[in-house]
């Protein structure tokens, strides 16, 4: 906490996902009264040596927050509790790469203060996206990748609809596939989005819901992989030629990482694909986040078995197989066997066919065309 003769401001809360920024904070300019909406307003800006960024923010009413710091009865500080409009957060995508400062503008009763946004506990954030730091005197705020679209601004529907064909809406989201699909739908929560399928697709039993914007889906010609599909901002999932599942497969794509499937290749039943792990987790002693979400390779002809899941870093050779219930996270080289928890490779030099082994003609059929018989 910050606190003069004229002021004080006590940062209590700064999240920043995808685009939105979230934000609470004591803001009280000493002495002024302050028990009515009226009294007082707040605004956040963000600038740098030569722009300035002004963005809403929500005065709330948290007495039990702020009436410690009313020493005189007469002077209330009940409206001193600012966060981001409804606790939902403030678009930023408006603003490019570089370095700022965040500046807490507090008018009351014609008073104007515009305070350096401060915390009594020191916050340090720094991953691959941003960086910010503040303390007891002022705060650093360095954007280091371009900010995704903010997708309260783009369409959105409780309903999904069904993939019937070609299909583009006013925000830029685009499907192209054939008319014939069985039970395909399709949710947008943002804009410039994209399905492609191939005119010879036989996707049936899926869901594929976008939950940001400029992302794409691709899956290609008699590809018989069916399932949920869930693609973050910037996120693309490739699907290759002829790959099929028994049943429906989950997949998830997240913070502009990919999934990237060959041709022929084989899933079983109950598996996960997931370049992310739902939640962030972090350090608690240097704030840094410690699992970020890794892109997916599956290369061609490859049979991940019943149960199996593959996360975010894995990069699986051609012709290999992953093993029941296993859960990856690594390479794995061509033509092998990968198992376990964690999976690691139990055996190489290996070949595998699709057709069941209840039919044995065709097993046999499959060694003697390969010369073992």
Request: proline share 2%.
């Amino acid at each position: 906490m910050s606190c003069c003769k004229e002021f004080i401001v006590d940062l209590k809360k700064f999240k920043l996902l995808e685009s939105t920024l979230y934000l609470e904070e004591i803001g009280i300019v000493l002495g002024q009264n302050a028990k009515e909406y009226s009294d007082i307003s707040y605004q956040l800006i963000i600038k740098d040596s030569t722009n300035s960024y002004v963005k809403p923010l929500a005065k709330a009413h948290r007495a039990e927050l702020t009436t410690q710091y009313s020493i005189d009865k007469n002077i209330s500080y009940d409206k001193c509790w600012f966060a981001t409009p409804n606790y939902e957060g403030v678009d930023i995508s408006d603003i490019p790469l570089g370095d700022y400062e965040l500046f807490l503008k507090i008018i009351v009763n014609g008073i104007e203060k515009i305070i350096s946004l401060q915390s009594g506990t020191k916050i340090n954030i720094d991953n691959d996206i941003f960086t910010f730091k503040t303390n007891n005197t002022g705060n650093q705020f360095k954007i280091k990748r371009k900010l995704e679209g903010d997708i309260a601004y783009c369409k959105y529907s409780n309903d999904k609809f069904k993939i019937d064909g070609c299909y583009q809406d006013e925000y830029d989201n685009f499907i192209q596939a054939p008319s014939n699909l069985n039970n395909v739908h399709v949710q947008f929560f943002g804009k410039n989005n994209r399905v492609i399928l191939h005119k010879n697709s036989n996707l049936k039993n899926t869901f594929i819901e976008f939950k940001g914007n400029n992302a794409t889906i691709i899956i290609g010609e008699k590809a018989g992989i069916f399932g949920n599909f869930r693609l973050g901002f910037g996120c693309k999932i490739e699907i290759g030629n002829g790959t099929t599942s028994t049943n429906g497969v989950y997949m998830t794509c997240a913070e502009s990482t990919s999934i990237t499937i060959g041709n022929d290749c084989m899933f079983a039943t109950n598996n996960q694909i997931r370049t992310d792990d739902a939640h962030a987790i972090y350090d608690a002693d240097t704030g840094k986040r410690i699992n970020f979400s890794k892109n997916i390779v599956i290369g061609n002809h490859v049979w991940v078995a019943y149960g199996a899941t593959i996360l975010g870093g894995s990069n699986i050779g051609d012709g290999s197989v992953i093993g029941a219930y296993s859960l990856l996270k690594k390479s794995v080289p061509n033509n092998c066997i990968a198992a376990g928890v964690p999976a690691k490779v139990i055996k190489e030099n290996i070949i595998w066919e699709r057709p069941l082994l209840l039919n044995a003609v065709d097993e046999n059929s499959f060694l003697i065309a390969n010369g073992y018989e």
